[in-house]
């Protein structure tokens, strides 16, 4: 797992491993299948992320959130910015993202 170097590798990674949702960001959840589904901070854990970083670009910056839901029965991932790039829609669901791990 070390060889990933790439946010490309990783989502390609991730997806072997069965996390194939892609969730969005919103206000004060994580939304997927075109925002049917909506999972507050009690429905999921981040079971792993990864942090890129920019190595010329501060725009460059990202990280990848790997989510569970045993509650839904669903994996995926959620890439979102850090730093200046970083969506910080609602600090609730943002805080669960950094510190809600298994």
């Known amino acids: 797992m070390s060889n990933l170097s ?3 590798e990783v989502l390609n990674h991730l997806k072997a ?19 049917a589904l909506q999972l507050r901070p009690d429905d ?3 079971d792993k992320h990864y942090r890129f970083e920019g ?6 910056e990202a ?3 790997a989510i569970s839901s045993p509650r839904h029965q669903l994996k995926g991932v959620l890439v979102n910015g850090y730093g ?7 600090h609730e669901i ?3 993202l950094n510190e809600k791990t298994r």
């Open 55 to 60: 190595a010329s670009d501060p725009g460059d």
């Open 6 to 8: 790439t946010v490309t």
């Open 94 to 96: 943002v805080s669960a």
């Open 17 to 35: 491993e069965g996390y194939t949702t892609d969730f969005n960001l919103q206000d004060n959840c994580l939304t997927c299948h075109g925002n």
């Open 84 to 90: 200046l790039s970083s969506d910080e829609r609602n």
């Open 44 to 46: 999921f854990f981040v």
């Open 63 to 65: 990280i990848v959130y």
